[in-house]
């Protein structure tokens, strides 16, 4: 049984792949956030257009049943590693559980080994510090942001290759601006290029000219659960898909004018179902679902002159197959020594689906399991199969009508749980600090914990600040492993109303204490004009912080605890604090 199931597969199709050019292909891979399988007009949905991602389609292969994760951090490190998140340790989306094991190699490393230029822009969502950020995991460059979650999408502030810089404009217009400046740049030499946008994932915001579109258009498609629709929600993600398209027209553009377009894999998909109720082929379930609609999402895979225009892909696959498939396609070989859970599924796109594993594709969130061969969907949860062919709506529970093939999918569940060490109890991997290769740590919000009333900003923590600090009792701490003894510059990012200016803060480290001042104001309003539709209660809107250096601290290789406090509160709170960063300067 287990060698029929996907997670401990190791099977190579071999297929002659003959480029129309003989140099080896460059690959750009773009990654939606929360976009459905319905979410385009190729599927069908007259809501909107979008021209642009069909093409790949139409020009390319399509994927009729391709798989992901529930949730954003865990189909990104699949993608990454050719295997399922829960053994790269990926237990959430924050907190640290997000943070991909450093024994796993990536596409990106697999890529560089064979000297190719690599590169992400957009949103990583696998480690936020180094070696878990991009830097660290093959790629060469990096624009963009490590959290799950970004709280302003005009005007943002985002990381370049470790600097914090404010941009001018879209969020998903500024990523690919960046993205073309990258292929321009690396026209003459082969590259993996990894977009991963992060919309139209919340917060509601899009430029007028997408929103003009939609803001009193009909929505004459609706979701399975039309009650439960909301319908301005609807209307801005359809907004924020049809900007997806244009800014994928843009890249499409820019290679066919560099005579790129021919030898460059493009690659189309997305991270999980779609964040709200909407129309999406019928299927149940959306974001956070291990059912088919949860999972199930848009794949298109474009190289002209080489995979054949129109081509269908009936058989299942999934994100973990993208490591395999690529290696086969660019004639390359993975670096990692781990087993792959992946395929190569590159014969599927020449037709050769012949001798193909009888595969089982498992979902996984949390506590929540599925498991898909080709015909079936066993959920865990609640007891349930489902015929997909007969019933892909998922509307009649035939597990009392098929007994053996529920035991069948159950005992493939079981097997894959002894597999993947189905504990979700894991530790949390602690924060490294200090490398030389690259110096700054960031400390956010989301990764610290606290005692007292100090709080942050918002329940999701990905996109939060501290908040509330008021008291000398409350204590802000980051669990850190210092890779490297020396000495750290330490500084604070903050916003502190002038009549609150003058608290006294200090930060420990074992016997280590670094004391400073609140000295200067720096009061910046949040940043909610351009919301479209108001965000949910545990969602923040954030502000521009000042940084203040705060001094050095001696810092010894170990894991321990950075606690955050403040013995003397001069107004009515210390300050809100987006977090703290250290930067390695002695050794």
């Not at 907190?95 to 024994?103: C, N, P, T």
């Not at 995991?137 to 600097?163: A, C, I, M």
């Not at 097997?415 to 504990?423: L, M, N, V």
Request: charge should be negative.
């Amino acid at each position: 049984m287990l060698q029929r199931i996907l997670f401990l597969s190791l099977f190579f199709f071999s297929v002659s792949v003959v480029s129309a050019d003989s140099s080896p292909p460059n690959v750009l891979v773009i990654l939606a956030d929360d976009q459905g399988w319905g979410d385009l007009s190729f599927q069908g949905n007259t809501n909107l257009k979008t021209p642009n991602i069909d093409s790949l389609a139409q020009q390319g292969a399509s994927f009729d049943r391709f798989f992901v994760c529930p949730y954003c951090a865990p189909t990104r490190a699949e993608f990454l590693t050719g295997r399922y998140a829960l053994r790269s340790n990926i237990l959430g989306v924050t907190e640290g559980k997000e943070r991909m094991s450093l024994e796993e190699k990536t596409v990106a490393d697999m890529f560089r080994a064979a000297g190719y230029s690599t590169a992400a822009f957009g949103k990583w969502h696998n480690g936020s510090q180094y070696p878990y950020h991009p830097i660290g995991r093959g790629f060469q460059e990096f624009f963009g942001f490590t959290s799950g979650h970004w709280g302003n999408y005009f005007d943002p502030v985002l990381e370049d290759n470790g600097k914090m810089v404010k941009e001018k404009g879209y969020i998903t217009d500024i990523l690919t601006d960046k993205t073309l400046q990258y292929i321009e740049k690396n026209k003459d030499k082969p590259f993996f290029c990894y977009l991963a946008l992060c919309t139209p994932h919340s917060p509601w915001q899009v430029p007028d000219e997408y929103w003009n579109r939609f803001a009193d258009a009909p929505i004459e498609m609706r979701g399975r659960d039309g009650e439960k629709e909301d319908l301005p929600r609807t209307r801005c993600a359809l907004a924020m898909c049809e900007n997806i398209d244009g800014n994928v027209g843009r890249l499409l553009k820019k290679l066919e004018e560099l005579n790129l377009d021919k030898n460059t894999i493009v690659i189309y998909f997305s991270d999980n179902g779609p964040n709200t109720e909407r129309w999406n082929g019928e299927m149940k379930g959306r974001k956070g679902t291990v059912d088919e609609g949860g999972v199930r999402v848009p794949f298109f895979m474009r190289w002209n002159g080489t995979i054949p225009a129109g081509t269908t892909v009936s058989p299942i696959a999934g994100g973990i197959d993208l490591l395999p498939t690529l290696a086969a396609l660019a004639k390359i070989k993975p670096v990692g020594t781990l087993p792959l859970d992946g395929i190569d599924v590159s014969p599927m796109l020449f037709g050769k689906n012949e001798n193909l594993p009888d595969r089982m594709i498992v979902s996984q969130i949390q506590k929540r399991l599925s498991i898909r061969s080709q015909q079936y969907r066993y959920v865990e949860q609640n007891n349930q199969l489902f015929d997909m062919i007969a019933d892909p709506g998922q509307h009649e529970n035939i597990a009392d009508k098929k007994p053996e093939v529920r035991n069948r999918l159950v005992q493939a569940l079981e097997d894959w749980k002894k597999s993947t060490h189905f504990d979700l109890e894991r530790d949390i991997f602690p924060i490294p600090v200090g490398y030389s290769e690259f110096p700054w740590t960031p400390l956010p919000a989301r990764d610290a914990t606290f005692a007292g009333e100090v709080n942050r900003s918002g329940r999701a923590p990905n996109s939060s600040y501290i908040t509330n600090w008021a008291s000398s009792e409350d204590k802000i701490a980051w669990r850190i492993d210092v890779h490297t003894d020396g000495e750290y510059v330490v500084r604070i990012h903050y916003t502190c109303p002038a009549d609150d200016v003058g608290s006294t803060i200090e930060l420990h480290c074992g016997d280590e204490i670094l004391k400073a001042k609140i000295a200067g104001p720096f009061d910046s309003p949040l940043l909610d004009q351009s919301d479209r539709i108001l965000r949910s209660s545990g969602e923040s809107f954030v502000k521009d912080f000042k940084e203040m250096p705060l001094g050095k601290i001696s810092l010894k290789k170990g894991i321990g605890s950075l606690e955050l406090s403040a013995p003397l509160v001069s107004g009515k709170q210390v300050a809100d604090v987006w977090g703290i960063s250290l930067t390695l300067v002695e050794r």
